[in-house]
């Protein structure tokens, strides 16, 4: 069953490194999105992402977070400058088309010391 | 989004049936219920969705009242694996903010042995 991939599992930076966290979508997905979950609060809803621009995007998605499809598989997410705040799991999700079910990838643990 | 109210924490006797409740009163006619769950850290996983009928797949049924202000995920035979947080979300397929899905705290489904 196809599934979404994300890499790495876990990743531990320094403040005011950038990261960037790939993600591979279902192969014949068109739309993208990004949520994070800090610790022991809710998902939360980043950016989505179509056709090479996105969609919509949160409050939280500030100028600090970029998203980028730079080949035709992977769907990545970079932070520029990453503060402490940034500390948390980040899912990668893809749907067929805008509005469909979204199918989530296991998660990149990121923990900024 | 509507906004969807579920019960904090439920157990439920391995083997029997779980029943989690949502209600979601200002749900509109366009909209779906949506259900997923998260088992620890891991990504959320789809459940089921649905409009008005009841549906069913291999992991659960959704039962969806006349009125479609409530409905209730059913687990026929709840095993100790799902142990989980479940999602109930209420999300339209067209127009406004549709690309994301918006969480809340959910149900922490705990199966006893």
């Known amino acids: 069953e196809p599934e979404v991939t994300q890499t790495p599992s876990h990743q531990v930076t320094q403040m005011g490194q950038e990261v960037i966290l790939r993600c591979v979508p279902i192969?014949?997905?068109?739309?993208f999105y990004w949520y994070r979950q800090i610790l022991g609060q809710k998902v939360e809803f980043l950016v989505s992402?179509?056709?090479?621009?996105?969609?919509?995007k949160s409050e939280i998605f500030d100028d600090q977070f970029s998203v980028e499809r730079p080949d035709g598989s992977n769907f990545t997410l970079k932070i520029r400058s990453t503060k402490l705040e940034d500390s948390a799991m980040y899912f990668c999700a893809s749907s067929l088309v805008a509005g469909e079910t979204q199918y989530f990838g296991p998660g990149t643990r990121l923990l900024v010391l | 989004d509507a906004k969807t109210t579920q019960p904090p924490s439920m157990d439920c006797a391995e083997g029997r049936a779980a029943n989690l409740p949502c209600n979601h009163s200002?749900?509109?006619?366009?909209?779906?219920v949506y259900w997923y769950r998260q088992i620890h850290s891991q990504g959320p996983q789809y459940i089921i969705h649905g409009l008005k009928n009841n549906e069913t797949n291999e992991m659960a049924s959704l039962i969806i009242t006349e009125d479609r202000k409530s409905s209730t995920l059913i687990l026929p035979h709840a095993t100790l694996r799902d142990t989980a947080v479940y999602y109930c979300?209420?999300?339209?397929?067209?127009?406004?903010?549709?690309?994301?899905?918006?969480f809340g705290k959910g149900t922490l489904l705990t199966v006893n042995p």
């Open positions: 192969s014949n997905h068109l739309y």
């Open positions: 979300i209420v999300k339209g397929l067209y127009g406004g903010s549709n690309y994301k899905l918006t």
């Open positions: 992402f179509y056709n090479n621009e996105i969609s919509e």
């Open positions: 200002t749900i509109s006619g366009n909209e779906y």
